[in-house]
């Protein structure tokens, strides 16, 4: 059994084999599926070429998100990405308050976005929208009020 000794001057020299391309993940209909999650709030998104109607649990865009911070939001992935109007999404989404399922809809385009058309990723990775939002609420602890606060002590 032989071993080979390469010095760094071999090791700058000898070409690195690249990474292969990652192909657009699409079903039968052109579509893009991602799980988009932030605090207890989950998203299933679908996107494909469109005018950029944004449906939400078969309401529209507006109607189900009425504050205008909560839309900015969403449409984040799209300005970052230089994609308005381009793309129709679909979603479905349960659990948490609004702001987290706006913050889940943000995490599932982002990740149908990539999968669509993984050239978008450093765009979108740079931005921060691909990573989940781990913080949740603490769970309550026994002998406590809330998860930290103790009862008011008193000495009588």
């Known amino acids: ?27 039968k209909q052109g579509r893009s599926y991602a799980t988009g999650k932030r605090k207890n709030a989950v998203a299933r998104v679908w996107i494909k070429p469109g005018k950029g109607k944004i449906t939400v649990n078969d309401r529209t865009f ?7 911070v909560l839309r900015m939001v ?5 300005t970052v990405t230089a994609r308005a109007n381009e793309f129709d999404v679909i979603c479905t989404v349960s659990g948490g308050g609004m702001s ?7 995490h599932g385009i982002s990740k149908a976005l990539t999968y669509y058309e993984p050239s978008l990723r450093p765009a979108l990775k740079a931005a921060g929208f691909l990573t989940r939002d781990p913080r949740v609420v603490e769970r309550k602890k026994y002998g406590r009020k809330k998860a930290r606060r103790s009862f008011q002590f008193s000495k009588r």
Do not use: C, H, W
């Not at 059994?1 to 993940?25: F, G, R, V």
């Not at 507006?62 to 205008?68: D, L």
């Not at 969403?74 to 799209?78: A, H, S, T, V, Y």
């Open 100 to 106: 987290g399922q706006a913050g889940a809809v943000r």
């Open 74 to 78: 969403i449409n984040q992935p799209f």
């Open 1 to 27: 059994m032989s071993e080979q000794k390469q010095t760094l001057a071999d090791l700058k020299t000898a070409t690195t084999a690249a990474a292969p391309k990652a192909e657009p993940k699409r079903d």
């Open 62 to 68: 507006e109607g189900y998100f009425v504050r205008p």
